[in-house]
């Protein structure tokens, strides 16, 4: 009883951190230009609507009888979508689109969605990409634009990577980003990239505020983690799943065509185990997923070891899932950062197995390991549909908000719907796997793994050779 009054709390404790979140959008201007998309206002006349001011979202679908209170602007999430009026003219409009971080599936199908989406929707004529993320906006690194129309998209999307190049770094630069933003005489900003990204997007924003510049700034999210808090899915994950879901199949034929056949497999996955988790889910081939929310000992009674030669007993075989940010905290030597911000990790991949390695050879037990790194396939992967599709309508999204002088913002999914998020509100958390939750219940029944992998691990009883269960 105790323990479930702990959980009413916590529920409680996240709606009230929600109910204080600003979902409210900032706008350059009042919007006086009439878009030139034609729409219908009359219902049921098979003709799109414009999408109203007046059309919002509840973030939070959770419910208690009698408990909701009346809502203001702040705690309610704009739909996204073309306006009937809109802030620019549409012959003025410069427009630049710029990459950044590491690749990603999709990164070509959203560069082709804005730019057919000004071109044909709003007749904007002067697009422009900046080379190789942040740094092209720089002068010291020389890097040349390069002008896009809809003739030289128009095949983008059927290659990986990005046109444009990328890079990490350069953001914090942000007077002479804005420096060269103003020499472009860009109106519109497109930023797509990760949290990183958003974040150097929103200090630039600001920048063009303090300057007292109209020049809307508009992301769009990405990251195959997967772990942006409040955007239901960030493009490029399905595709990452269904790129992982063949190593992993190449894993187990290994794994099983051997008597104690081990097949490790590393997936991207720095602070969330969302990949990890979802291509276990969709392979039901994996018997082990480590991943940076759930801890786990690799020694003693109760390790991960320890389970993984019982299978090997029992099965003759395993197929191990980790992340790569599983056990940093404990093989993590020193902390570095790379070029934009971010931590550089141990590889946990290598080091396990090292670990599986030794133990066996201490055990005296023969096994075939085979070890498999596909992140940097899965990363520049060509976009499956279900990617593309998305892609497409987040382009279309971003290229209307933009052009209705929306900034500060990021285009999401939310509740099956497109949204505006303000990039504040999107980058102030990141999602991460609530080992409480039915995604890691499935993802236990998919593997038959221990609830916890740890010697401390009360109440769990590891005597019963993989099958999770408790005492309770």
Not at 320 to 344: R, T, W
């Amino acid at each position: 009883m105790a323990e479930r009054e702990k959980k009413i709390e916590k529920t409680e404790d996240v709606t009230k951190k929600i109910d204080k979140l600003d979902f409210t959008i900032e706008e350059l201007g009042p919007r006086n230009v009439h878009s030139p998309i034609t729409m219908s206002k009359k219902e049921g006349d098979f003709i799109a609507k414009y999408v109203s001011d007046d059309d919002f979202l509840l973030f939070d679908t959770n419910a208690r009888l009698g408990s909701r209170e009346p809502l203001d602007r702040s705690q309610v999430v704009e739909k996204a979508g073309p306006r009937e009026m809109i802030y620019f003219m549409p012959e003025h409009v410069h427009a630049g689109i710029v990459t950044c971080g590491g690749l990603c599936p999709g990164l070509n199908d959203v560069i082709r969605s804005i730019v057919r989406c000004l071109w044909y929707h709003y007749r904007v004529r002067r697009i422009t990409g900046i080379k190789y993320g942040y740094r092209g906006f720089l002068p010291e690194y020389g890097f040349s634009t390069m002008e896009l129309d809809v003739d030289w998209v128009d095949n983008i999307h059927r290659m990986g990577g990005t046109v444009l190049g990328s890079s990490r770094g350069g953001g914090k630069d942000v007077g002479k980003i804005v420096d060269a933003i103003e020499q472009l005489n860009l109106n519109i900003l497109f930023t797509i990239g990760g949290d990183g990204t958003q974040r150097g997007s929103l200090d630039i924003a600001d920048e063009i505020e303090r300057r007292k510049l109209k020049i809307a700034c508009v992301g769009i999210p990405k990251t195959v983690d997967n772990d942006f808090s409040f955007i239901q899915r960030s493009f490029g994950f399905d595709t990452a799943v269904a790129r992982a879901v063949e190593a992993v199949a190449s894993a187990h034929m290994e794994a099983s065509s051997q008597p104690n056949g081990i097949g490790l497999v590393r997936l991207m996955g720095r602070e969330s185990g969302f990949l990890t988790v979802y291509t276990a889910l969709a392979s039901h081939e994996v018997n082990f997923v480590l991943i940076p929310e759930v801890p786990f000992d690799l020694d003693g009674p109760n390790g991960f070891l320890d389970h993984l030669e019982r299978r090997l007993r029992s099965r003759k075989h395993a197929v191990v899932l980790v992340a790569e940010g599983a056990m940093q905290d404990k093989i993590l030597e020193s902390q570095n950062y790379d070029a934009g911000g971010n931590l550089i990790m141990a590889d946990v991949g290598i080091y396990l197995k090292e670990a599986i390695k030794n133990y066996f050879k201490k055990s005296d037990m023969e096994i075939t390991l085979k070890y498999f790194d596909p992140s940097y396939q899965v990363r520049s992967a060509v976009a499956v549909p279900v990617d593309s599709v998305y892609c497409d309508r987040l382009g279309n999204a971003a290229v209307h908000a933009a052009m209705a002088g929306k900034t500060k913002v990021v285009i999401g999914l939310v509740h099956d719907e497109f949204v505006h998020l303000p990039i504040k509100v999107a980058v102030s958390r990141r999602a991460h796997v609530n080992p409480e939750s039915s995604l890691w219940r499935d993802c236990l029944d998919a593997t038959h793994q221990p609830i916890l992998m740890t010697n401390a691990a009360a109440g769990v009883d590891f005597r019963s050779g993989g099958v999770y269960k408790t005492n309770n």
